[in-house]
């Protein structure tokens, strides 16, 4: 997987927001009873989607890639994408509440500039270990916001590398807006930020003398703040016009992040890559 992924995890989360709600229907349609919705007790969602995104975090070059897609809910626990990784809510959804929580772990892998490392300078200052980040994520969302099946979510990840990569601490909050637009038509809008320590920043960002002579670059040391902040819009589209039964479905999603701080200083982003990053993906999934 590459570093586009990070994009991902957002919009992704948002989908399995909306997909363990009850009632994925427009406004003016009557939802369906809580016996004929698929998202009502246990349920599954897997699919396979192309994305294309950035070939490390702050290159201007850009890679084409698998996405996958896994979510669902068994036995009260809801299980969510985190690009690449999966986090799991042990809270249960409460029918009909007005606000709802959500807590758990959360694990997710990182292999930026491990691979598929387009930009031969980068490339000289070797590659980089695998990272697998842990610890926990929680929120809040509230329902019926502006109609009786939208939703609005508050929700913080913290994690940190047990792998020996990064050695450091990362902090994902998202705020998250999801609405149908009818039956089978539902979209959402999330905004979101990574906050990073010395440690991530150094490993991923800092150039050292002996990388400095090796690339051309010049030597940097970066330090902890604000690593980006970004904005992702996506839409699920059921193919058979109702999305509480199930079945197969189409889904669109975009992003784009602007990176900060010292990240968007480091040699690797001012001078051989960009602070604006894209990212892009289609993809089906089926839901039984």
Do not use: C
Not at 113 to 120: A, F, G, L, V, Y
Not at 144 to 158: G, K, N
Not at 159 to 166: I, L, P, T
Request: without cysteine; proline residues 6%.
């Amino acid at each position: 997987m590459k570093a586009s992924n990070t994009l991902a995890r957002a919009a992704l989360f948002t989908l399995a927001l909306g997909m363990s709600s009850a009632l994925m229907a427009q406004q003016d349609v009557a939802p369906m009873p809580p016996s004929e919705s698929v998202f009502d007790g246990d349920y599954l969602t897997a699919g396979i989607g192309v994305a294309v995104g950035s070939s490390y975090e702050g290159s201007d070059n850009y890679t084409i890639s698998p996405l996958p897609v896994v979510i669902g809910s068994f036995a009260g626990v809801d299980f969510q994408p985190r690009g690449p990784g999966i986090a799991f809510d042990f809270i249960p959804d409460q029918k009909g509440a007005k606000v709802d929580f959500v807590l758990g772990p959360v694990v997710r892998a990182r292999f930026d500039r491990q691979n598929s490392i387009k930009d031969p300078v980068v490339n000289s200052l070797g590659k980089l270990d695998f990272a697998l980040e842990l610890g926990p994520f929680a929120g809040v969302q509230v329902n019926r916001v502006l109609h009786p099946y939208d939703s609005l979510t508050a929700q913080v990840d913290v994690r940190w590398d047990v792998a020996g990569a990064h050695d450091g601490m990362v902090v994902f909050p998202s705020l998250t807006y999801f609405t149908p637009l009818s039956r089978g038509v539902i979209t959402s809008l999330a905004i979101s930020a990574e906050y990073v320590d010395d440690n991530y920043a150094d490993y991923y960002f800092s150039i050292s003398p002996a990388g400095s002579a090796a690339s051309g670059l010049p030597t940097f040391t970066a330090t902890s703040g604000w690593k980006n902040a970004g904005v992702t819009m996506l839409t699920a589209v059921d193919l058979d016009g109702d999305a509480t039964n199930g079945g197969f479905g189409l889904i669109f999603l975009g992003g784009y992040s602007r990176i900060l701080g010292d990240p968007k200083r480091s040699p690797v982003t001012s001078i051989r890559g960009s602070a604006n990053q894209w990212f892009g993906a289609v993809g089906v999934g089926y839901t039984f």
